[in-house]
């Protein structure tokens, strides 16, 4: 029942006009900085504040559709987060970050198609999100399209040149690829 409240309240304030803006001006030091930063505790505590930044929304009823939907995520109650992911993005479809946590929820779930889908969402809305650009290469990697994979990687490296993980993923997709996985 309180889902259903917080939807309806949601669907009200989105008709009269909140939307996200991922383009917070906060976003773009921190950014600058990820491109700078090789200490791993300054990476880290950088990339937590962009997380933080992404789970804003100008609409509190939002932010915690987000929050119960991961809630749901985490306890592997999948059904109802994915419900309450729709829901929220059907009200908020400019919320990057709802289309990737529903994104990630896909992956979870082994829908891949649905998964890229999702994740094209969230780029689409802000370019630079380095978990949707990472999410995408962990779908290539499972699909075994490691040439897709390789550009998903490199694209996140771009923006994030210092990320372990990329580095490391990037490296066994370029594994994949010298033994002859495509």
Do not use: C
Not at 56 to 78: K, T, V
Request: net charge negative; no cysteine.
């Amino acid at each position: 029942m309180r889902v259903q409240v917080l939807l309806a309240a949601s669907t009200l304030l989105w008709a009269t006009g909140a939307m996200a803006d991922h383009t917070d001006s906060r976003l773009n030091p921190l950014f600058a900085r990820l491109l700078m930063e090789q200490d791993l505790p300054t990476i880290r505590e950088t990339e937590n504040q962009i997380w933080e930044i992404w789970y804003e929304h100008p609409n509190a009823d939002a932010e915690r559709l987000l929050q119960l939907g991961i809630q749901r995520m985490n306890y592997n109650r999948f059904g109802e987060a994915m419900l309450i992911f729709s829901q929220l993005l059907e009200s908020f479809p400019a919320f990057a970050e709802g289309w990737n946590k529903r994104a990630t929820l896909h992956y979870l779930l082994g829908n891949f198609d649905e998964s890229v889908a999702d994740i094209e969402r969230t780029l689409a809305l802000e370019p630079r999100h380095f978990g949707a650009l990472s999410g995408l290469g962990l779908v290539y990697m499972q699909r075994e399209q490691m040439l897709k994979a390789k550009q998903a990687f490199e694209s996140l490296i771009e923006v994030h040149p210092n990320s372990p993980n990329a580095k490391r993923n990037l490296e066994a997709v370029n594994n994949s690829l010298r033994f002859g996985v495509i």
